[in-house]
């Protein structure tokens, strides 16, 4: 075989290896909230704020789960279909256009999956996030 088939072996036997064990270095933090209706999905930069935006709004009696991806690829499919399991709304909070929300969609199927995103330089503030979720 020619050196670019050989690569083409070499790159295909280790993205089958990297995907059947994705859950063994699947990293995440969750907070769940019994009786939420809304989980926020987030990584990276957004998390400190979906947090804050999560806590604020159970404390005022909207209750609202978190799921924090630490590892975004390979993307952890049978984790986010679980955790999302119940839900009546996802909201995908993410630092960029919209990349990972797909994927988000993509697994979820017919679950309604919302989504709030900034590329402009600056951070998506906890006040933006309750007003997505108030506002869905």
């Not at 993307?75 to 009546?88: D, F, S, T």
């Not at 960029?96 to 199927?109: F, H, K, P, S, W």
């Not at 709030?116 to 006040?127: A, E, Y």
């Amino acid at each position: 075989t020619t050196d670019s088939g050989v690569i083409q072996q070499n790159q295909e036997r280790l993205y089958r290896k990297v995907t059947a064990a994705v859950e063994d270095f699947t990293f995440y933090d969750e907070i769940t909230v019994p009786g939420a209706e809304t989980l926020l999905i987030t990584y990276g930069v957004t998390a400190r704020a979906a947090k804050v935006a999560a806590e604020e709004m159970t404390a005022v009696g909207t209750p609202v789960s978190l799921l924090t991806l630490k590892t975004l690829w390979p993307v952890p499919e049978a984790l986010i279909r679980q955790k999302a399991a119940g839900y009546r709304r996802i909201l995908v909070v993410e630092m960029n256009l919209g990349q990972y929300v797909r994927e988000i969609r993509r697994i979820l199927g017919e679950q309604k999956v919302t989504f709030l995103g900034r590329m402009n330089g600056t951070l998506i503030p906890p006040s933006g996030i309750k007003e997505s979720i108030i506002n869905g």
